[in-house]
């Protein structure tokens, strides 16, 4: 029997093992700089030669992109899932916007429900930052704008999403929550002019699933996500359906 010898890992290795699994978990962001070569080495306890050489490791892997006297940067695009162009194709098509609906029903009612299960004391108090945050804007009629609410709105359910601990979860939000961010905008004037109690009813559907995440009662914060994605559904598309009608009705008229 051929034994091969046991030979000890460079120290860089493990720093590159320890940089990759901070940003699996969305510790670190795409875009986002690292600290200082000094500071770093210092919060890992190593030398810097073997920092920088990590870091040469995580660039030539792609993860992370040095700038000459600009620093070290978790690589823009990584885990992006969808190209720009396919980006302006999907929200400019109504189908587009219906099948990202289909997409969150879906996809947030997991995060939801994992995060119930699994949600730190950190993840909580980050998600109620954001709770308050959006209710801010629900509070401020007329003074917060379309953009501000939906920012807020997007910013929430990422949080839901970092406190459901699977990174296949949080990484597919992350890469598409420019993408989220716009529709929840669109969506929000389309909402408020189709139906007059559709502010209160946002308001009360985010109150429960917060409560339904931070209580850890994940069966029902699975439901609470899913009530909330088919109330937005229905209403626009009854948005939808009112705009046919008054461009068929339109059309007579010309006749």
Known sequence: MSINQVRPRRLSDEIVERLEGMILEGTLHPAERLPAERVLAEQFG????????????????????????????????????????????????????????????????????????????????????????????????????????????????LAIAEASHNAVLLHTIRALFGMLRRSMVVNI??????????????????????QAIVEGRAEDARQSSSRHITYVQEVLEEARQEVQRTERAQRRNHL
């Open 46 to 157: 190593v030398s810097r030669p073997s920092l920088r050489e990590a870091i040469q490791k995580l660039v030539a892997k792609g993860m992370l992109v040095s700038r000459q006297g600009g620093g070290n940067f978790v690589c823009e695009n990584l885990g992006s899932s969808f190209s720009d162009p396919l980006l302006q194709l999907l929200e400019g098509n109504p189908d587009g916007q219906r099948d990202l609906l289909e997409f969150r029903h879906t996809l947030e009612a997991s995060c939801a429900f994992y995060a119930a299960q699994r949600a730190t004391a950190v993840d909580r108090q980050r998600l109620g930052e954001a709770f308050e945050a959006l209710l801010a804007c629900y509070e401020q009629v007329g003074v917060a704008s379309r953009e501000e609410e939906g920012v807020a709105d997007a910013n929430f359910h």
């Open 189 to 210: 004037g389309g909402l408020y002019a189709q139906r007059t109690e559709t502010r209160d009813m946002l308001i009360a559907q985010h109150r429960e699933l917060y």
